[in-house]
């Protein structure tokens, strides 16, 4: 299948997405394409670039952290940034993505990566409820979200609506033989880049690292693939191993979730 072409939102937000965080909440880097080892995309805790640290949202300035005034007993917080509106409405739950494997996705005391962080969320969460709130700041959209029993903000680059799983085996296989690589992570690696687009330059993160029982597994998150609707897709890829048809890890099976980025009809991005 060739996906089709990505922007996150609409193109006033696509615009503001292009610098956004990183899993963690670390924003900058942009383009996280294919490399072949576990640090593909780590999450925020650090401003620093996809490619490593952790995942939050970029780094950017807009660092004027929530400030309080007033008199004993009355607080009032100004929040960094702006009020936008965004796609995550009260109630809406948001699943983690483009968070690598070995890294977590900071939820901070209020948008930007210079905040407390108040709480954490895996790669693969799926149960980040919005509260409708969302705020603008000058390169990045911050959402806040209920995890657990913790509320605070999260960058809207690391978050998704989890859509539809499929097999996506024969349409990937179509006019060819299965990939093989001597390695699980490569093996996935060829199946994102695949899957990947060009223009605009999809991130490829290994979000769940390799197992080998009867068969290896291994999954990939490809964001960005220049949809309007469509923000990417979870990967997640079975390989018969090395010795069962072939020098190296042979690829079996494809399951294919749609990760959406304005929201969802039933399990259909909309």
Do not use: K
Request: proline letters at 4%.
């Amino acid at each position: 299948m060739t996906p089709t072409r990505f922007a996150v939102c609409s193109v006033v937000l696509a615009a503001v997405l292009v610098l956004a965080g990183c899993g963690d909440d670390d924003e900058s880097g942009s383009t996280t394409t294919s490399t072949t080892d576990t640090s593909i995309d780590t999450s925020d805790t650090s401003g620093t670039t996809d490619t490593s640290g952790t995942t939050d949202t970029s780094g950017t300035t807009d660092t004027s952290g929530s400030s309080t005034s007033g008199t004993t007993g009355t607080t009032t917080t100004t929040l960094p940034g702006e009020e936008f509106e965004g796609f995550a409405r009260d109630g809406d739950v948001l699943g983690v993505v483009g968070v690598a494997h070995d890294d977590t996705l900071n939820v901070r005391a209020a948008p930007g990566t210079d905040q407390a962080v108040v709480a954490t969320a895996a790669p693969t969460a799926d149960d980040l409820v919005a509260t409708g709130r969302a705020r603008a700041l000058p390169n990045s959209i911050w959402y806040e979200v209920t995890v657990g029993a913790e509320t605070g903000w999260v960058s809207s680059r690391f978050v998704a609506f989890i859509g539809a799983t499929d097999d996506a085996t024969a349409e990937f296989l179509a006019g060819g033989p299965a990939p093989e690589a001597e390695t699980l992570v490569g093996l996935g690696l060829v199946v994102a880049e695949r899957v990947a687009s060009d223009d605009p330059p999809s991130r490829i993160v290994l979000t769940v690292g390799p197992t080998v029982g009867d068969l290896g597994e291994v999954t990939y998150d490809v964001i960005g693939i220049g949809d309007d609707a469509v923000l990417g897709y979870r990967l997640h890829i079975f390989a018969t191993i090395p010795g069962e048809g072939g020098d190296g890890f042979q690829l079996r099976t494809i399951e294919r979730t749609t990760l959406c980025a304005r929201g969802l009809s039933g399990e259909l991005c909309v």
